[in-house]
């Protein structure tokens, strides 16, 4: 397995060995001692996520208070651009994002520690988007920053024209109205 840092700090680009001949590959998807030596973390994952979402679909940017979720996320169909934010006040990275192509090709995987926001938007005919969380969710708990706060300056790759976005995604607070809430 190969660790990358990130620009974000304790966020970490996951890419697993692969074996592929003419058959076809073999990766080892999750290893919780060797996740655990690559992070330097003891995270215990407690629920599995997969989400199918068509082309131009943008998810987030979400977090959760007071059960805050780590994440690990990968794409086994398809491609997106994932995006973190830390939104972690006394983080020498606070109010910084990060995005990263994540594909079914590249088989790159994104750790991102609990207490920051997280979104995708999907640049593929379709992507299935699969995460583990170190916590459950908790829906009271949900909160999500607009996917366009300006602060933020978020670099979208969009291939023309507005994302699409659920009811909650489009209601998104501002960067600066969202760490201000309890």
């Known amino acids: 397995m190969k660790v990358t840092p990130t620009p974000i700090a304790d966020v970490l680009i996951i890419e697993p ?6 058959r076809g590959f073999f990766l080892e998807s999750f290893n919780q001692h060797h996740f ?23 998810r987030g940017l979400h ?10 996320v990968r794409v086994v169909r398809g491609a997106v651009f994932d995006v973190v934010v830390d939104i972690r006040p006394a983080s020498s990275t606070f109010g910084k994002w990060f995005g990263l192509e994540l ?7 994104l750790w991102m520690p609990p207490s920051l926001a997280h979104g ?5 005919d379709s992507a299935d988007f699969l995460y583990k969380t170190t916590d459950y969710y908790a829906p009271a708990q949900e909160r999500c920053i607009a996917w366009n706060d300006p ?3 978020i670099a979208w790759p969009l291939d023309g024209g507005q994302p699409q976005l659920s009811g909650k995604d489009a209601a998104g607070l501002s960067f ?4 201000s809430m309890p």
Do not use: C, M
């Open 36 to 58: 655990n030596d690559a992070t330097g973390t003891d995270f215990i994952f407690v629920q599995d996520n997969h989400s199918r979402s068509a082309k131009n679909v943008l």
């Open 103 to 109: 594909t079914e090709e590249n088989h790159r995987q």
């Open 151 to 153: 602060s933020l300056d």
């Open 17 to 22: 060995r692969v074996f592929g001949d003419q």
């Open 120 to 124: 995708f938007l999907v640049l593929s």
């Open 63 to 72: 977090y959760q208070v007071g059960r805050p979720q780590g994440k690990l």
């Open 176 to 179: 600066k109205a969202a760490i």
